[in-house]
T-cell receptor, first 112, second 112 residues
Framework: KQEVTQIPAALSVPEGENLVLNCSFT??????LQWFRQDPGKGLTSLLL?????REQTSGRLNASLDKSSGRSTLYIAASQPGDSATYLC???????????FGTGTRLTIIP | NAGVTQTPKFQVLKTGQSMTLQCAQD?????MYWYRQDPGMGLRLIYY???????DKGEVPNGYNVSRLNKREFSLRLESAAPSQTSVYFC???????????FGPGTRLTVL
């Protein structure tokens, strides 16, 4: 059974710094990996989707990487802003079972 | 273009009462999902519908039923609510299984 872990559970960073969020998964036979953000009391918003054949995806200040062999993905946020404060979740789908398995998220706070 | 909409936003039930959570999407997506989100547990899949006319159990289906009414609408029914079903419920949709998922704003349900 696929298990997805995100450590740390919470992170505080001064505004302007670059930061990395981590996601690890136990079964490397993934179909794709998705990163979401969730603002308090809101639904999830998709940020990036990386297919299993890809190494990374970029959108603006966000860059997500994927290393299937080590079971890891990172989300890099450049030049952090207070508006980046949210909970970030990663989720993976596996071949033959394309439903998403979610991590419990990292709550990010950007300090002005 | 509203995306994914859910009703109601909040609901309080007494143990044993029944209710239906409604979800609709206007993106012509084939796949739809119901999740619950609990503190420390992440998002867990309750039921999903890969296409109109089909439904399948997810990780935590007990105590729930679903109906894929048409391509747009996917409802979740609690026949006899229990306090353990106190949670935030999210509906999501995607063009196909394992594609980027789009989430609704959620329904916060309390069962007393």
């Amino acid at each position: 059974k696929q298990e997805v872990t995100q450590i740390p559970a919470a992170l505080s960073v001064p505004e302007g710094e670059n930061l990395v969020l981590n996601c690890s998964f136990t079964d490397s036979a993934i179909y794709n990996l998705q990163w979401f953000r969730q603002d308090p009391g809101k639904g999830l918003t998709s940020l990036l989707l990386i297919q299993s054949s890809q190494r990374e995806q970029t959108s603006g200040r966000l860059n997500a990487s994927l290393d299937k062999s080590s079971g890891r993905s990172t989300l890099y946020i450049a030049a952090s802003q207070p508006g980046d404060s949210a909970t970030y979740l990663c989720a993976v789908s596996n071949f033959g079972n394309e439903k998403l398995t979610f991590g419990t998220g990292t709550r990010l706070t950007i300090i002005p | 273009n509203a995306g994914v909409t859910q009703t109601p936003k909040f609901q309080v039930l007494k143990t044993g009462q029944s209710m239906t959570l409604q979800c609709a999407q206007d993106m012509n997506h084939n796949s739809m999902y119901w999740y619950r989100q609990d503190p420390g547990m992440g998002l867990r899949l309750i039921y999903y519908s890969a296409s109109e006319g089909t439904t399948d159990k997810g990780e935590v289906p007990n105590g729930y039923n679903v109906s894929r009414l048409n391509k747009r609408e996917f409802s979740l029914r609690l026949e006899s609510a229990a306090p353990s079903q106190t949670s935030v419920y999210f509906c999501a949709s995607s063009e196909a299984s394992a594609d980027t998922q789009y989430f609704g704003p959620g329904t916060r349900l309390t069962v007393l």
